[in-house]
Antibody, heavy 121, light 107 residues
Framework: QVQLVESGGGLVKPGGSLRLSCAASGFTFSDYYMSWIRQAPGKGLEWVSYISSSSSYTNYADSVKGRFTISRDNAKNSLYLQINSLRAEDTAVYYC??????????????WGQGILVTVSS | SYELTQPPSVSVSPGQTARITCSGDALPKKYAYWYQQKSGQAPVLVIYEDSKRPSGIPERFSGSSSGTMATLTISGAQVEDEADYYCYSTDSSGKGVFGGGTKLTVL
């Protein structure tokens, strides 16, 4: 069965950096686009980024562009999110999700359980 | 930036029909998707491509879309359907967009 397991979260000071990882299993990872989505405490879902199956294409939310970098290693069945210049408003649970593409859009069919990132001094 | 607008809350009694709406200017051209999120859990897809139901989702969940509004309907809502529901779509630049979420109360 499809499993997505995030790791790498924790407490970090403002201005700091963090690298989140997502280990995928139960499907052919290299066939799928992947995405990160986050949820601030008590708030709604916010799409963060996606990456194509071969890493050729990436896209980012305006709120994170220039500070976050999505990447993947298909040999290791792993997805990553490098987060730099962290701000208090980046405090959230970060989910990795498998992407299904349709002609004019894409969506998420499987999600990990999420990992908490807390930005505080 | 593109926005999807949902009511903050909807409340129904068990067995009644719950309807949650999602409005967005691009919905005539873009599919809507719906996610259910129970407290402390990851979201679960309940409707995709406006009206299709993934395997394992009860038949009481249905979706529709007309013009700039998509609707999630739960026919005969159960207590276990109490959750936050989010609509989702994409904008013209390929960025994902979630609605603000609707808290469904069934009591």
């Amino acid at each position: 069965q499809v499993q997505l397991v995030e790791s790498g979260g924790g407490l970090v000071k403002p201005g700091g950096s963090l690298r989140l990882s997502c280990a995928a299993s139960g499907f052919t990872f290299s066939d799928y686009y992947m995405s990160w989505i986050r949820q601030a405490p008590g708030k709604g879902l916010e799409w963060v980024s996606y990456i194509s199956s071969s890493s050729s294409y990436t896209n980012y939310a305006d709120s994170v562009k220039g500070r976050f970098t999505i990447s993947r290693d298909n040999a290791k069945n792993s997805l990553y999110l490098q987060i730099n210049s962290l701000r208090a408003e980046d405090t959230a649970v970060y989910y990795c999700a498998r992407v299904l593409k349709v002609v004019t859009s894409y969506y998420f069919d499987y999600w990990g359980q999420g990992i908490l990132v807390t930005v505080s001094s | 930036s593109y926005e999807l607008t949902q009511p903050p809350s909807v409340s129904v009694s068990p067995g009644q029909t719950a309807r949650i709406t999602c409005s967005g200017d691009a919905l005539p051209k873009k599919y809507a998707y719906w996610y259910q999120q129970k407290s402390g859990q990851a979201p679960v897809l309940v409707i995709y491509e406006d009206s299709k139901r993934p395997s394992g989702i009860p038949e009481r969940f249905s979706g529709s879309s007309s013009g700039t509004m998509a609707t999630l309907t739960i026919s005969g809502a159960q207590v276990e359907d109490e959750a936050d529901y989010y609509c989702y779509s994409t904008d013209s630049s390929g960025k994902g967009v979630f609605g603000g979420g609707t808290k469904l109360t069934v009591l």
